[in-house]
């Protein structure tokens, strides 16, 4: 399995609601990431998982809020996110001490 | 910012013809990459060239490196429609725990007209 898998693909919420996103990785890969990626513009990282402790939060606010269970899921949850958290939410994996990632193909996220 | 950027913007060329677009960064590197990204899904990796290479290949695609300058372009030979997509450059750093971070650059829109 050479695949990151994130669910859903598509996501629509309410500014009250509360969801979750969810990444899986059967790799073997101990570093994790979560990127946020505006519409034309480039990818960036939100949050960095190694060996399932956070490693960097890059000033994100607190209504996301990474977890990682296992090695293998990470998950990123939502809570009275704003319309402008609308983006691709975008999950990677790699082996630590390598640099190259292997993405998911991201959720697309609305807030109405 | 530390981004990259990216150079055109946007590209719209004919199937059969070239592509080149261009990445300039800030920092001094150990390696480049390219990623491309299909209608706003995940990213995929293309081709890395390390800090001592100048030119790398890989099927259709060139890349070249010039430190100097702190550029880097990537040509696509004989483009197909397949190829419309957004290419990124990406170079990055490790992090203490083992755990790389890359900073993108701006990002080029081709698209590759039949």
């Known amino acids: 399995d050479t695949e990151v898998t994130q669910t859903p693909k598509h996501l629509v919420m309410g500014m009250t609601n509360k969801k979750s996103l969810k990444c899986e990785q059967h790799?073997?890969?101990?570093?994790m990431y979560w990127y946020k990626q505006k519409a034309k513009k480039p990818p960036e990282l939100m949050f960095v998982y190694s060996y399932e402790k956070l490693s960097i939060n890059e000033s994100v606010p607190s209504r996301f809020s990474p977890e990682c269970p296992n090695s293998s899921l990470l998950n990123l949850h939502l809570h009275a996110l704003q319309p402008e958290d609308s983006a691709l939410y975008l999950c990677?994996?790699?082996?630590?001490?390598?640099?190259?990632?292997?993405f998911g193909s991201g959720t697309r996220l609305t807030v109405v | 910012s530390q981004q990259g950027e990216e150079d055109p913007q946007a590209l719209s060329i004919q199937e059969g013809e070239n592509a080149t677009m261009n990445c300039s960064y800030k920092?001094?590197?150990?390696?480049l990459q390219w990623y491309r990204q299909n209608s706003g899904r995940g990213l995929v990796h293309l081709i890395l060239?390390?800090?001592?290479?100048r030119e790398k290949h890989s099927g259709r695609l060139r890349v070249t490196l010039d430190t100097s300058k702190k550029s880097s372009s990537l040509l696509i030979t004989a483009s197909r429609a397949a190829d419309t997509a957004s290419y990124f450059c990406?170079?990055?750093?490790?992090?203490?725990?083992?755990?790389?971070?890359?900073?993108f650059g701006t990002g080029t829109r081709l698209k590759v007209l039949a």
């Open positions: 060239i390390r800090s001592n290479e």
């Open positions: 790799m073997g890969h101990r570093a």
């Open positions: 990406a170079t990055g750093s490790f992090l203490p725990s083992g755990t790389y971070k890359y900073i």
């Open positions: 990677a994996s790699s082996q630590t001490g390598i640099y190259r990632y292997t």
């Open positions: 920092t001094s590197i150990n390696n």
